[in-house]
């Protein structure tokens, strides 16, 4: 296997290998961003959420007792769960593809019921009660999310007005989700977590695809420049050896000793090529001497 093959193979694997570093830290760099960004997205919109829930229970709660008969209930006026999820709901009109949940082990609707990850998110939220917030990422329906969940934990009376014994809740309020789920609450438990989840799928693709466009940009650059390092090397290395292996071959014979070595670079090459027809001068003046 001759020079330049050896050495085109060499800066092939090296490349390679160089490109591949390079495609891994550009993909690992977009999705680290897109973390982030997710990440900012869920506390901003957590804060205005807690800001809404704050005054709710503020501001509005006390009012509308005052105003509302005892046995009535009215779920987007009286709970704050529900207004924090209607307020929700009309964010997502416009940015489709966030969700929020409020995941419950015994929720009074059912499609707060928990599922396995959420679970898990509770059960730490109950065995850490020094745990006030949760992140990370997960995979769901196919969609890939990043989470971020606070423990909701019962904390005042008036929760368990709803969520205590069904007997004493609001009448209509039985009427609307029944008597067999979301009661019996009890003070000071973590009942649920506030879920938010920001959609990541769109932004890890694109982090995918960018690092495909970069390593076949650099592929197209590594090809068009070992191209271009072969030309040269033939042309500058591999055909003046050759000429001096050649030139070498004659002067051992005695042959063409009055023609001289024609390379005059001032490289290695060119120091190699006068050395050789140093050789040739001796060696001629040797025969020439017999």
């Not at 290998?17 to 919109?45: H, T």
């Amino acid at each position: 296997m001759g020079i330049r093959v050896r050495f085109l193979i060499m800066m092939g694997i090296l490349s390679l290998l160089a490109l591949i570093a390079l495609g891994w830290s550009s993909y690992e760099f977009s999705r680290r961003a897109a973390m982030d960004e997710a990440k900012n997205k869920a506390e901003i919109i957590f804060k205005y959420l807690m800001a809404q829930r704050q005054f709710y229970k503020k501001d509005q709660s006390p009012l509308i007792s005052e105003l509302v008969e005892k046995d009535r209930f009215y779920p987007s006026l009286m709970s704050g769960f529900v207004a924090t999820r209607k307020t929700f709901d009309y964010f997502t009109n416009t940015m489709p593809g966030f969700v929020l949940k409020y995941a419950s082990t015994n929720p009074l609707l059912e499609s707060n019921r928990a599922d396995n990850n959420e679970l898990k998110m509770i059960k730490s939220f109950k065995t850490t009660p020094s745990m006030k917030e949760m992140q990370g990422t997960m995979t769901k329906n196919g969609i890939d999310f990043f989470y971020h969940a606070i423990p909701m934990k019962v904390d005042n009376k008036k929760c368990l007005n709803c969520h205590g014994d069904p007997a004493d809740a609001p009448k209509d309020q039985v009427e609307i989700y029944g008597s067999t789920q979301g009661y019996n609450w009890k003070m000071g438990e973590i009942a649920s977590t506030l879920v938010i989840y920001i959609p990541i799928s769109g932004a890890i693709a694109q982090a995918k695809q960018s690092a495909l466009i970069l390593l076949g940009i650099g592929a197209g650059g590594l090809l068009f420049t070992m191209f271009f390092i072969g030309i040269w090397l033939e042309k500058g290395v591999v055909e003046p050896l050759e000429k001096l292996n050649e030139r070498t071959g004659e002067i051992s014979l005695g042959k063409n000793l009055d023609q001289p070595v024609p390379i005059k670079s001032k490289d290695e090459i060119g120091s190699l090529a006068r050395a050789i027809d140093r050789l040739r001068i001796s060696v001629a003046r040797m025969l020439t001497r017999r």
